[in-house]
């Protein structure tokens, strides 16, 4: 069962560029299903091998975008040349970005290019976790954290926040770096290798101070919101499954979440108070929190969509894509997003390799498709190399589902990636 998508006939005629790109299937279904209304989308990349992998540019899901402009993006006025006329106006009817290295730099070009877009300072804020924490205060829904620039200040900062704690990059995505610290000698392992990053995934220059937080024991679910002039819709509730301890590896997700009402509102609030505290007034949020017995607590705020399958999720469900929303707010149009009604459920499970190195063959592929209301979608191909790491970037793939019961088809997702077996030639190394 898969909700209608809703009418999007008000991109006709417009043109946005996007400052790089998620990856994987959504996102590449996110901009066919917008060209079709219409759309005509540029993408800005400053490196197309982030996306092709060796592989050939051409053969590759994003290269039906209608314009491919290669560009520094981490340089503002080299993306705003490449997007403005001689006169300096604007190419483009919007310019946004999903991915977490490069949406302030968005937010900056678009407010530069007078086009809609959020405040650079709240993207910035929700990017640079440490400035989030200050940001909250004092807010029951915070979480104590220390900021560490020197080995020196370890001591000082387990007498304050105990153990165990969390230690992360500042900035950072696809939780890069995260993991659980639980004494003295894990603190000072993590703080050894987390320092010593001094560039982003993508090359940005990072500081190498590492964020220290008070770890909260609970479940974590996600809450994928759309915020219109200061008012956030919230699209609904999302779990989340993790693996990899002391890491945070995400293998799951289910959508809608039902929760009591109090609970539901409680969480609703939490999250949008968090929003209107740091000024962001525009455009999508991922917003992650955790059910403690104290009520709920804040893990990070996401100024984009959400990933890995996530906005199939909520689209399937809601008949509303929240990565159209977020492009038609682009352009200027606001979304009729309320009244947002659930229809059934849908879920995905992320696939990761059991074993690291090349890619011989996937078995069980068919039996796997031929799962009852399934589809899978995968992201590598024979010769390619797996990875096994501490964050979400060696996942293989997905296996997704929606229905009429959102436990039934968690259940067949799961079915479905338990046929499925990996098989590589091992690196030893």
């Not at 491919?68 to 705003?80: C, K, P, Q, S």
Request: charge should be negative; charged fraction near 25%; hydrophobic fraction near 40%.
């Amino acid at each position: 069962m898969t909700t209608p998508l809703a009418d999007y006939a008000q991109f006709a005629g417009k043109r946005i560029a996007i400052v790089e790109h998620m990856q994987n299937h959504p996102f590449v279904l996110g901009l066919r299903q917008a060209q079709e209304h219409g759309l005509e989308v540029w993408l800005l990349t400053g490196d197309r091998s982030w996306y092709t992998h060796g592989h050939d540019w051409d053969t590759h899901p994003l290269a039906i975008v209608d314009r491919v402009i290669d560009v520094d993006t981490t340089d503002l006025e080299a993306v705003l040349a490449v997007v403005t006329d001689g006169d300096g106006a604007s190419l483009v009817d919007g310019l946004t970005s999903f991915s977490d290295y490069h949406t302030e730099l968005a937010a900056q070009a678009a407010r530069r290019l007078g086009l809609p877009g959020p405040d650079p300072a709240a993207v910035r804020t929700a990017n640079i976790k440490d400035r989030l924490r200050i940001a909250l205060g004092d807010e029951p829904f915070n979480i104590p954290h220390v900021l560490v620039g020197h080995r020196g200040q370890l001591d000082e900062a387990a007498r304050r926040l105990g153990f165990p704690m969390i230690a992360k990059p500042p900035a950072e995505a696809i939780s890069y770096g995260v993991r659980r610290v639980d004494d003295m000698a894990g603190l000072v392992e993590a703080y050894e290798e987390l320092s010593a990053v001094r560039h982003s995934l993508r090359g940005q220059p990072r500081s190498g101070d590492v964020l220290l937080e008070q770890y909260v024991e609970g479940e974590e679910v996600s809450v994928e919101t759309m915020t219109v002039d200061g008012h956030t819709h919230v699209f609904g509730v999302t779990s989340k499954d993790l693996f990899g301890d002391p890491a945070y590896i995400e293998c799951g997700h289910t959508f809608p979440v039902p929760l009591p009402d109090e609970e539901r509102d409680e969480l609703y609030h939490v999250v949008r108070t968090t929003l209107e505290m740091i000024g962001y007034r525009h455009g999508p949020c991922h917003t992650e929190v955790r059910r403690t017995e104290s009520g709920w607590r804040i893990i990070e705020a996401n100024p984009r969509t959400p990933s890995s399958c996530m906005t199939m999720l909520v689209t399937d469900v809601t008949g509303r894509s929240p990565i159209l929303d977020a492009w038609l707010l682009t352009i200027g149009v606001t979304p009729p997003i309320e009244p947002v009604v659930h229809r059934g459920g849908a879920a995905v499970r992320m696939i990761y390799p059991t074993r690291r190195g090349t890619l011989v063959r996937v078995d069980g592929l068919e039996a796997a498709a031929a799962v009852e209301n399934v589809q899978v979608l995968l992201h590598v191909e024979k010769g390619d190399h797996l990875l096994q790491r501490m964050d979400n970037s060696s996942c293989v793939g997905f296996t997704y589902s929606n229905g009429p019961d959102r436990v039934a088809t968690q259940e067949l997702a799961d079915k479905a990636a338990a046929l499925l077996d990996f098989v590589v030639e091992e690196d030893l190394r």
